[in-house]
């Protein structure tokens, strides 16, 4: 089992920023790749960006990139995601995601990931 404790969301105005946190913890050897879902109310959850933790490529979502940064800690087993110039429409449960074993061509599929962290709002104001 691998357990996910997500931190950093909160309340910021458009065009603002903000930066989420996930540490894992428990089996992370078996972790393979790390990534960030958003869901709004009655939407499904939504890719935001992943990465591969062998080699450190990054998946991002067309909606985020150029925005968002996603960067990850090795040594902490903890990735973070850096948003920036947020809009209103990102209001959302923003949930951390571990281990995918389809590998980099599933990343978008919030079906194949196996570990999910409990969520962090993030509210943006107009």
């Known amino acids: 089992q691998v357990q996910l404790v997500e931190s950093g969301g909160g309340l910021v105005q458009a065009g603002g920023s903000l930066r989420l946190s996930c540490a894992a913890s428990?089996?992370?050897?078996?972790?393979?790749?790390m990534g960030w879902f958003r869901r709004t109310a009655g939407e499904d959850r939504e890719f935001v960006a992943a990465?591969?933790?062998?080699?450190?490529?990054?998946q991002y979502a067309d909606s985020v990139r150029g925005r968002f940064t996603l960067s990850r800690d090795s040594a902490k087993n903890t990735v973070s995601l850096q948003m920036n110039s947020l809009g209103v429409a990102e209001t959302a449960v923003y949930y951390c995601?571990?281990?995918?074993?389809?590998?980099?061509?599933?990343?978008?599929?919030?079906?194949?990931?196996?570990?999910w962290g409990q969520g962090t709002q993030v509210t943006v104001s107009s």
């Open positions: 990465i591969k933790w062998s080699n450190g490529y990054i």
């Open positions: 428990g089996r992370t050897f078996s972790n393979n790749a």
């Open positions: 995601a571990a281990d995918n074993p389809g590998g980099s061509a599933f990343y978008k599929r919030a079906d194949r990931w196996k570990y």
